[in-house]
């Protein structure tokens, strides 16, 4: 080999370097995986299991033996509108909304002078005719004494038949003077009696026991029966007897054949969400609504409150049985797949800040799906699967639905 040859070898430096350049590739992959893996790790441990939940709700046994459930409204079944049968300017009032009044109570009075004047009159005429009765017998006693003693007197001859017959007449007049004077006193009592109906009419009373509702009229406003004219006011107040209080509700056509009269039901009210009202079917009312394809019925309160008022809107549930005590009372429940048995009693996985805790809970009676449950209150969230991925203080996150 000449020395041009060799001047001409050299070495081929860029194959070492992309052999370098291929092993520190590796070195920094095989460096990185555990990384990789430990940061995976992490993030699954941060996110938690992914799990679904159930809620913990609270009902009432009732809602396992209800037939239908229907709506409505309170209403009074006996209301009126009380006004007067006389036409007059309103002078009192005694009553305003929520008043309580008897049955025949004065509750508003119209101006009355003129009344008040007239039964006065009609009593003075009654003592006029009651002191002309008095007089009348006292002239027929006198008129009878002396017929009497003429009588004896023509017996004897000692008088004239004449003379006797004057007192007889005498006496006769005097019987039909005392009749008159008392149908004069008939006639003067009934004129007072219809001065007093008059005078009554101003007294505007309650026809029965009830509520006042509303009060439509003020002193000074003019109350006309028919409360035509203009600024005449016809009912003085509206009032209801709380007694007659029942809920009508609408049931639809195509469960009609599921009521009857005489069913027990549960009435709940809008304004008393927490309360249930034990309450029987009393009508169910004979004609349709075509507009709503469904049929009214009447649902009694068995039980009064005074906290339920007319027109509240309430809830009927027709129940297939009568409600025990023990029915009426609310209940928690809860999804019994979501029990669990830890340290050989049940539990649940209770949801707690992103991660689940053992909560130990007492099972009672089954509703239907759902399980009487203690331990846990209504709207607490619990895990339902999967159950066998989790521990105690275990993180998760939910399944969003």
Same mark, same amino acid.
């Given at each position: ?28 992959? #095989?460096? *990185? ?24 709700? =609270? /009902? ?20 009126? @509108? ?10 009192? /009032? ?12 004065? /509750? ?49 001859? /000692?008088?004239?038949? *004449? ?8 006496? $006769? ?14 006639? @003067? ?40 004219? *203009? ?13 007659? +209080? ?9 469960? =009609? ?35 709503? @394809? ?7 309160? =068995? ?8 027109? $509240?809107?309430?809830? #009927? ?30 539990? #649940? ?6 991660? #689940? ?26 895990? +339902? ?17």
């Amino acid at each position: 080999m000449s020395l041009d040859s060799i001047g001409k070898l050299k070495i081929d430096k860029t194959v070492f370097q992309q052999k370098n350049r291929s092993k520190k590739r590796w070195i920094i992959i #095989v460096a *990185a995986v555990p990384l990789l893996v430990s940061a995976t790790i992490w993030a699954l441990e941060r996110r938690g299991v992914l799990i679904e939940t159930t809620t913990v709700s =609270l /009902i009432y046994p009732t809602q396992s033996f209800t037939l239908l459930n229907a709506s409505g409204y309170v209403v009074a079944q006996r209301k009126a @509108a009380v006004a007067s049968k006389m036409t007059g300017r309103l002078e009192w /009032i005694g009553v305003m909304e929520g008043s309580r009044v008897s049955s025949g109570q004065i /509750i508003a009075r119209l101006e009355n002078r003129d009344s008040d004047a007239v039964v006065s009159q009609g009593m003075a005429a009654v003592q006029n005719a009651k002191a002309n009765v008095d007089q009348a017998r006292a002239e027929q006693d006198d008129s009878k004494l002396s017929y009497e003693r003429l009588k004896e007197l023509i017996g004897q001859g /000692i008088i004239s038949r *004449a003379d006797f017959d004057t007192a007889e007449s005498r006496y $006769m007049r005097g019987k039909a003077s005392v009749a008159a004077a008392e149908a004069a006193v008939r006639v @003067a009592e009934s004129s007072l009696q219809g001065a007093r109906v008059s005078y009554d009419y101003s007294l505007i009373r309650a026809p029965f026991e009830a509520v006042v509702l509303t009060k439509n009229a003020d002193v000074g406003d003019i109350i006309t029966p028919l409360g035509a004219a *203009a600024n005449a006011k016809a009912a003085v107040v509206t009032i209801a007897d709380l007694a007659s +209080l029942q809920v009508e509700a609408d049931v639809s056509e195509s469960n =009609l054949e599921k009521v009857k009269t005489g069913q027990p039901c549960e009435i709940t009210l809008d304004a008393l969400p927490n309360s249930r009202f034990r309450g029987v079917l009393q009508t169910i009312v004979p004609t349709a609504d075509r507009t709503k @394809a469904s049929v009214m019925v009447k649902v009694r309160f =068995l039980d009064s409150d005074q906290r339920i008022l007319p027109e $509240m809107s309430a809830k #009927v549930a027709i129940l297939s049985r009568q409600a025990t005590a023990q029915d009426q009372k609310a209940k928690i429940v809860l999804n019994p797949s979501a029990i669990i048995k830890a340290n050989g009693r049940d539990a #649940v996985y209770l949801l707690d800040n992103g991660h #689940v805790r053992i909560t130990p809970i007492t099972v009672g009676a089954r509703f239907g799906e759902l399980a009487e449950v203690s331990g846990v209150k209504p709207g607490d969230k619990v895990a +339902l699967r999967p159950l066998e991925k989790l521990k105690d203080g275990k993180n998760i996150s939910v399944v969003e639905k």
